[in-house]
């Protein structure tokens, strides 16, 4: 009878271990975030030493691109259209191509180690994007036309009001698609982690964000992104 309290003892322990919640990340942006390294440079990186000993992490005992054991991802952005969704165990291909990586290999990788538990990575990723229009979260409110933008628009002989109501269609579009794309991916779990027990539920353990360069290119808007401060919103 002690036995069988003990071992009855041991089994709910286990099962509260094997209950924890599911480690969720979060991985947005734009061009730099999808990942436009090929896996065709790995070899590359045998040539630093500082960089070595990560490329190892990244193959396996036959030399191809490792596959996460414990790692998932939910990808969309990437395919060539907005929604298209890439998912599966993490490994190369969820890059800009299907031979490119991202920052979620390596993340997905060091992740693993460290944790050493299941792990999802949502990501959503388009390039060409911008912070100050197609990212735009509604606590920034809505675009604001700085006088500089709107000189210029005058000069170029623009149709003001169809490019204000452009903008207005066109702000914050990707940060909605960001949003609908997590909430459907937490809506089902089990669709994208195998085993996944709702009962064990989720905890957001990281949001990780890589811009790229369209705002500091956006002239117009930052006719001040020379000067401090020149590129607040």
């Given at each position: 009878m002690i036995i069988?309290?003990?071992?009855?003892?041991?089994?709910?322990?286990?099962?509260?271990?094997?209950?924890?919640?599911?480690?969720?990340f979060i991985l947005a942006g734009q061009?730099?975030?999808?990942?436009?390294?090929?896996?065709?440079?790995?070899?590359?990186?045998?040539?630093?030493?500082?960089?070595?000993?990560?490329?190892?992490?990244?193959?396996?005992?036959?030399?191809?691109?490792?596959?996460?054991?414990?790692?998932?991802?939910?990808?969309?952005g990437c395919t060539g259209d907005d929604t298209t969704e890439?998912?599966?165990?993490?490994?190369?291909?969820?890059?800009?191509?299907?031979?490119?990586?991202?920052?979620?290999?390596?993340f997905g990788i060091y992740m693993e180690k460290l944790l050493g538990e299941?792990?999802?990575?949502?990501?959503?990723?388009?390039?060409?994007?911008?912070?100050?229009?197609?990212f735009r979260p509604p606590s920034a409110g809505p675009y604001v036309w700085s006088d500089y933008e709107l000189k210029q628009c005058k000069n170029r002989g623009d149709d003001l009001e169809?490019?204000?109501?452009?903008?207005?269609?066109a702000t914050g579009v990707y940060y909605r698609l960001m949003i609908e794309?997590?909430?459907?991916?937490?809506?089902n779990i089990n669709r994208v982690v195998p085993g996944y027990n709702p009962t064990q539920g989720y905890e957001l353990a990281g949001f990780v964000w890589?811009?790229?360069?369209?705002?500091?290119?956006?002239?117009?808007?930052y006719d001040k992104g020379n000067q401090p401060g020149g590129y607040d919103m």
């Open positions: 069988a309290v003990v071992l009855g003892l041991i089994s709910g322990i286990a099962s509260q271990a094997a209950a924890k919640p599911l480690k969720l061009s730099n975030m999808q990942g436009h390294v090929n896996v065709s440079t790995f070899d590359s990186m045998a040539d630093d030493p500082k960089t070595a000993p990560i490329l190892k992490e990244m193959r396996d005992a036959n030399g191809k691109p490792r596959v996460c054991d414990k790692v998932w991802i939910s990808s969309i890439q998912k599966g165990q993490v490994t190369a291909g969820f890059g800009a191509s299907t031979d490119e990586i991202g920052p979620e290999f390596t299941p792990i999802l990575i949502i990501k959503t990723s388009w390039g060409g994007k911008s912070l100050h229009t197609d169809k490019d204000k109501a452009d903008k207005v269609k794309h997590v909430r459907k991916v937490l809506a890589f811009q790229g360069f369209n705002d500091l290119v956006s002239d117009w808007t």
